[in-house]
């Protein structure tokens, strides 16, 4: 399914398409992405582009925390010469 064409994909047909895509087995993407979607308080039928992609910027955000928890700066920074060499 080419979803980059101009054809109106929400509700259904979008999650339809996101399940297609998806290469999992129809049924679990679909209870997935159902729970996802229940979670960010957004039906399928009043889903649109813009609101799964909120909803997956969320869901994605329970899986890793932000970046500034997982690289300490100082560590990513050079040492310093040490002057008694």
């Known amino acids: ?5 101009s054809e109106k994909l929400d509700g259904e047909k979008l999650v339809q398409a996101v399940v297609s895509l998806s290469g999992l087995p129809e049924r679990d993407a679909h209870d997935e992405l159902d729970r996802i979607l229940e979670l960010s308080g957004t039906s399928t ?14 869901y994605l955000e ?4 932000p970046p500034d928890e997982i690289f300490d ?10 002057a008694a060499q």
């Open 1 to 5: 399914m080419d979803v980059s064409k």
């Open 45 to 58: 039928g009043e889903l649109t582009l813009e609101g799964l992609r909120a909803a997956m910027l969320a």
């Open 62 to 65: 329970t899986l890793a925390p």
């Open 73 to 82: 700066e100082d560590a990513l920074t050079s040492p310093e010469p040490d």
